[in-house]
């Protein structure tokens, strides 16, 4: 999927952690979903994909979400875009 440029992989940054910790703070989220939502803001994520209802909760608060998945599972295609994908919650 990396090939594809369906995915984006994130290195991970200390800006990136610093703003994952207020996530933490703010919405009593794991660290990994934290640093998950701060690295889609980090590269301005065009979308974020998850399966956790709370998580998707999060991410559209804080700006970096689209619509929820349908049932809440995951998708067989996402369309080639600056994404950024949680599928294992």
Avoid at 35 to 57: C, M, N, P, W
């Amino acid at each position: 999927m990396i090939k594809l440029g369906i995915i984006l992989v994130v290195p991970l940054k200390i800006k990136i952690l610093k703003n994952s910790w207020k996530l933490v703070e703010k919405y009593h989220i794991y660290e990994a979903d934290a640093i998950q939502i701060a690295s889609a803001k980090y590269v301005d994520s065009s979308q974020f994909l998850t399966g956790d209802k709370r998580l998707h909760e999060v991410a559209v608060e804080e700006g970096v979400s689209y619509p929820a998945l349908k049932g809440w599972g995951l998708l067989p295609f996402c369309p080639p875009s600056r994404l950024v994908a949680s599928c294992w919650s």
